[in-house]
């Protein structure tokens, strides 16, 4: 990501998507206490409507990076912060993920943090902000780990938190998160053997 962070209120990481995803994010963030029903009503290309629809619409990002756009003005500096955070969130909730899978801390979770966070995949998307957007799988996942560990509505209620963050930072991400989730719920409930009562909190939420 070098040398962005220096020059991070005034350059993005590449031409095309970053200054469409910019534009998308300060609508957002426009268009959200002033007409939150008309949020895809957007102001661009004309006479179309719902133009924001086009393409991603980036709620999740832009709602991260209202704190900095607020203070600064800076939509462009917005934008890049949450691109940078977006890596430190992954490697995070892939550390956090590895850490209860393997039952402690050490190198095995570090380094799964590190690569979830720096793999090809997401140096290949970082002109794309909406793909970056991966950081809530690990964080999903963990969430659903821990239901079937211990029921609760609390922690049901945990696992529909990061399902909709994820889902509503990239459109790509909706479409296959249920995927996911399809594979990792028979395996949790093979595992786990809960009784059908207590799968309701989870299928509620």
Known sequence: TWPLLPQAADHVFGQGTPPLNVWAMAWVRHQLPRAPLQLFDANAFYPYADSLAFSEHLFVP???????????GNHVLAHNLVALLSFALAGLGMYLLARE??????????????????????????IRLQILSNQWFPFLLLALLRYFQGPSWRRAWAVAGFYLLQSLSCMYWALYAPLLLLAALPALQWRQRLPLPRLVPLATA
Not at 62 to 72: H, R
Request: net charge negative; glycine share 16%.
């Open 62 to 72: 832009a709602l991260l990076g209202a704190p900095v756009a607020l203070l600064t």
């Open 101 to 126: 899978l393997l039952g402690g801390d050490g190198p095995g979770p570090f380094a799964a943090g590190l690569f979830y966070a720096f793999h090809t995949w997401n140096q290949n998307e970082l």
